[in-house]
């Protein structure tokens, strides 16, 4: 029998703003070495799994149904994400480049 996926709500996301949400439920990955050394797996925003500290999440447990719930939520939110982000710097210079006027060429 396939283990049960764990979760748990982010309570703190200081020095990691981009990567975490505050309130938030995560997917934990299992990593013993990682418990060990207080840290735990944890699939951020970016879709991948990075260690953080322990003391910056809540451990939670739901019933089988609602476990299933959010896998399928949590895949949904990934895909959407990789599918819809593009570089925030690309996405910058295309929007200051169409705000430019456009230069007229100097004849002499």
């Given at each position: 029998m396939p283990s049960e996926k764990q979760f748990?709500?982010?309570?703190?996301?200081?020095?990691?703003?981009a990567a975490l949400e505050v309130r938030k439920i995560y997917q934990v990955l299992p990593d013993?070495?990682?418990?060990l050394r207080r840290y735990?797996?944890?699939?951020?925003?970016?879709?991948?799994?990075y260690l953080y500290p322990s003391r910056m999440f809540l451990r939670?447990?739901?019933?089988?149904?609602?476990?299933a719930a959010?896998?399928?939520v949590l895949r949904f939110e990934k895909r959407k994400r990789t599918k819809n982000t593009k570089e925030p710097e690309q996405d910058r210079r295309m929007a200051s480049a169409s705000k430019r006027p456009k230069r007229k060429l100097r004849t002499t």
């Open positions: 748990a709500v982010c309570l703190d996301n200081t020095d990691y703003t013993e070495t990682a418990n735990v797996r944890i699939i951020d925003e970016s879709g991948e799994d939670v447990k739901f019933r089988p149904e609602a476990n959010l896998v399928k």
